[in-house]
């Protein structure tokens, strides 16, 4: 079942702006996961957040976790037209100690030269 | 870096016959492999949990008999579609995890059409 809601669906800007995407959540988390994937693609892991860290950072990419708010946001600073995808977030859901991931419906992004 | 291959990448059979898909990891040894589905411009959906040795751990919804899925061994699970019809045409992704606590690694996905 879909934990993660993530706004907006869609997003459309210009190279070199920066790309904002969010991510609410329903229950206890351990971490949440962001991943990237280009269409008709496998998934890339982006970043991983656990529950008791409130930002990460790694290269232009920028995550914020508020638990207090079951919510997450993934900037992406000076985009580029590669950057081009779907993004989702996931959160671990751990049950059995089996580890599961519940995706979030995703924000399609565009980035125009 | 840790490397899922899948096979086949694309798959196109009548309706009635049986697909299976396969997943590997290439480098590292999975203890656990999880299969999801997903639909055109949509999330992915976890189908079923699969560990090496023992019976998948289905999601509600998902039928056992529909999707048989065999995890022979550390580096490989296997997803059969058994008597496909057109709705079971989707993207079917696979991953491994190398240890509890650990990042999931994702293969590249397999496009199934049944026609």
């Known amino acids: 079942s879909q934990q993660g809601e993530e706004d907006p669906q869609a997003l459309s800007i210009q190279e070199g702006e920066n790309a904002t995407m969010n991510c609410s959540y329903k229950t206890s988390i351990n971490n949440l996961q962001w991943y990237r994937q280009n269409s008709g693609r496998g998934l890339v892991h982006l970043i991983l957040?656990?529950?008791?860290?409130r930002e990460k950072h790694s290269g232009r990419l920028r995550v914020t976790l508020d638990t207090s708010k079951k919510s997450s946001s993934l900037l992406i600073t000076a985009s580029r037209a590669a950057d081009t995808a779907s993004y989702f977030c996931?959160?671990?859901?751990?049950?059995?100690?089996?580890?599961?991931?519940?995706f979030g419906a995703g924000t399609r992004l565009a980035v125009h030269p | 870096g840790a490397v899922v291959s899948q096979h086949p990448s694309r798959v196109i059979c009548k309706s009635g016959t049986s697909v299976k898909i396969e997943c590997r990891s290439l480098d590292f040894q999975a203890t656990t492999m999880f299969w999801y589905r997903q639909f055109p411009k949509k999330s992915l959906m976890l189908m079923a949990t699969?560990?090496?040795?023992?019976?998948?751990?289905?999601e509600q919804g998902v039928e056992k008999d529909k999707f048989l899925i065999n995890h022979a061994s550390l580096t490989l699970s296997t997803l059969t579609v058994t008597s496909a019809h057109p709705e079971d045409s989707s993207f079917y992704i696979c991953?491994?995890?190398?240890?509890?606590?650990?990042?999931?690694?994702f293969g590249p996905g397999t496009r199934l059409l049944v026609l």
């Open positions: 991953s491994a995890l190398r240890g509890p606590g650990e990042t999931q690694y």
């Open positions: 699969s560990n090496e040795g023992s019976k998948a751990t289905y």
């Open positions: 957040i656990r529950s008791n860290e």
């Open positions: 996931a959160t671990d859901a751990a049950s059995g100690g089996y580890n599961k991931l519940i």
